[in-house]
């Protein structure tokens, strides 16, 4: 049965492999073939990473319901209380 | 020399026309687009090889009337089913591997330089034929392509190398398809060729 | 505070993707939206399968050995486009096969630009430069689709038609630069393109009522795309010498080019399957379509 390969390329080494496409072949060897061509042809790709699609187990759902801010960026209101710290600062010295 | 550096270009030339005759209406897209780079890697093998022989390329290629052309018959056939297109250039890999392997050994170094880097960039054609030739070996019209062609495969390379074709390819050798007589379809295909080239003076640019 | 979720109803749907929000293949689409993604996403890859067929004569009969690769290049670039884009349709539940069964039928379309004949190296020229532009801006206005994975490959897309226009400003600026004979094939390839190229981007339907517009599926409107092209292109043609065969082609004070009505009569039967070598190109595809089936059976079947 032919399936879905799903191609991750690096456009120069060191850099993080990007999905960026797919391609419909019989076994990893038609699919090697197919995606160096697809995906390299110009030079634009250092490596590649072939996967069939079956094998990629997605993640898209996330439980967040007790709000839990202090583990993002957002969860801390720096500005208000960096002013204030900054003006009891100059009062001190002035 | 010349006339094996010639007939090699020749080749390519041809092969790559042949082959370039294919884009858009491969059996699979993904296939169009390999086979296309392939196509154009035939080209430039052949620009390379004529640029060794000349200045100017394009008219090497080009420019000569039909009875100086060197190509050898099996690239001039026009093959518009799968089954001989792939037999062909399965074929064709194998014969071309032998010939470049013998220009790698040559004395004159920007010969053997050339050659090895064909001969890289040929590894991945043979990969390609290769992987096609697995997958349809078992099928009776693959079978039947390459016994048709098999006389002209073995008429692209000089008789003492067509018992080491022979015998990468497992067949036995028969009487071959020689260099020499050009088949009807050459002509055919030089007309369509350079009729852009002919339009236009001797020296005009494109 | 929970991952953005794409809204289940329609009008709400709307107003996410308005808002510039995006999809992706597992997400709830509306019927409507499904309907019209798939059809025109559709469109655009047998548009990119039969632009191919013009232009695969000339790479046989290209005049130099540089001609030759860089036009195989651009067309095997199509081929490669229209691999992409039916894959995303296929990911949208239409499998490749159905695509171009309805394709070689006559029951799917393609772009007006691919029903037309060629006839000289002229066109070659005009082709690569002028058409890759109008379909360039066209594509441009894809980048941000709200169908995400279409998105995605248009950014390949647009990349690769960057190098087709150089080809084609190249082939173009060679014959101009040539003999008065070489001149003259860009003229005449021109004066037949010029027709077909203004209606390329599609009646002036407002932009408000394109359902593609609203939808977000592209992000500008088919005049828009036509002044973007007139307003980059006009002077560049003018410059070479070359004339445009529209005697009230003008821009107006404010910036916008005036023109001759094109023919919308003509390009709603040519789309719908007359176009002079419609029939032709059809029979062309479905002769090499059925007669490599069973390539297809001994590669791509269990």
Redesign the interface.
């Known amino acids: 049965?032919?399936d879905?390969w799903e191609v991750f390329r690096q456009e120069r080494r060191g850099q993080p492999f990007e999905h960026?496409?797919?391609?419909?072949?019989?076994d990893a060897?038609?699919a090697e073939?197919?995606a160096?061509?697809?995906y390299g042809?110009?030079g634009e790709s250092v490596a590649l990473w072939l996967v069939p699609r079956d094998a990629i187990h997605v993640v898209?759902e996330?439980a967040?319901e007790f709000?839990l801010k202090y583990r993002r960026v957002d969860g801390y209101s720096i500005k208000a209380r960096l002013k204030e710290a900054r003006e009891r600062a100059s009062a001190r010295t002035g | 020399m010349n006339e094996l550096l010639l007939g090699l270009a020749d080749d390519e030339l041809v092969i790559g026309w042949r082959d370039s005759e294919w884009t858009g209406i491969a059996p699979m897209l993904e296939e169009d687009v390999a086979f296309s780079s392939i196509a154009q890697n035939e080209i430039g093998h052949a620009r390379a090889v004529y640029e060794l022989l000349t200045d100017d390329a394009d008219a090497l290629a080009f420019d000569r009337p039909l009875e100086e052309y060197r190509c050898a018959p099996l690239v001039e056939l026009r093959l518009l089913d799968w089954a001989h297109t792939i037999a062909r250039r399965w074929l064709y890999e194998e014969a071309d591997r032998i010939r470049i392997a013998a220009l790698m050994d040559d004395a004159e170094s920007a010969v053997a330089g050339l050659a090895a880097k064909i001969d890289r960039e040929e590894v991945y054609h043979r990969m390609h034929a290769e992987m096609w030739h697995e997958r349809l070996r078992g099928e009776p019209r693959f079978h039947d392509a390459v016994a048709d062609l098999w006389p002209y495969a073995l008429g692209v390379l000089p008789r003492e190398q067509r018992a080491e074709l022979a015998r990468r390819v497992g067949l036995d050798e028969v009487e071959p398809v020689e260099r020499g007589t050009h088949t009807p379809e050459l002509a055919e295909l030089w007309n369509e060729m350079t009729m852009v080239r002919r339009s236009a003076p001797a020296g005009a640019q494109w | 505070m929970a991952a953005v979720e794409v809204p289940r109803d329609e009008q709400a749907f709307l107003a996410y993707v308005q808002a510039g929000g995006q999809v992706e293949a597992g997400d709830w689409l509306p019927a409507d939206y499904r309907a019209k993604l798939v059809k025109f996403i559709e469109m655009h890859g047998n548009s990119e399968l039969m632009g191919v067929l013009p232009e695969r004569e000339w790479i046989l009969r290209a005049p130099t050995l540089q001609r030759k690769l860089a036009l195989t290049a651009k067309v095997q670039d199509e081929v490669g486009h229209a691999q992409l884009i039916y894959r995303v349709v296929e990911d949208l539940g239409k499998p490749r096969e159905q695509c171009l069964a309805d394709l070689v039928s006559g029951r799917s379309k393609f772009h007006n630009v691919f029903h037309y004949p060629t006839k000289t190296w002229g066109d070659v020229g005009v082709i690569a430069w002028l058409v890759d532009a109008a379909a360039i801006i066209s594509q441009k206005a894809l980048l941000k689709c709200s169908y995400a994975p279409y998105a995605r490959i248009m950014k390949k897309i647009c990349w690769e038609e960057s190098f087709h226009i150089l080809h084609g400003r190249d082939v173009i600026l060679t014959l101009v630069t040539g003999t008065p004979a070489q001149f003259e094939l860009v003229q005449e390839a021109l004066d037949r393109w010029w027709g077909p190229l203004m209606q390329f981007h599609g009646n002036p339907i407002p932009a408000g009522e394109d359902p593609m517009f609203l939808w977000r599926i592209k992000s500008q409107g088919n005049e828009e795309a036509r002044q973007q092209f007139l307003e980059g292109y006009v002077p560049q043609i003018r410059e070479l010498g070359l004339t445009v065969p529209d005697p009230k082609l003008r821009r107006r004070d404010d910036g916008v080019w005036e023109y001759t009505e094109p023919d919308w009569d003509e390009l709603m039967h040519v789309v719908t399957g007359h176009g002079p070598m419609t029939e032709e190109r059809l029979a062309f595809r479905r002769r090499f379509l059925e007669q490599e089936q069973w390539v297809r059976d001994a590669v791509l079947a269990a």
């Open positions: 049965m032919s879905v960026a496409g797919s391609v419909v072949a019989p060897e038609f073939a197919w160096r061509e697809q042809r110009r898209e996330w967040d709000d």
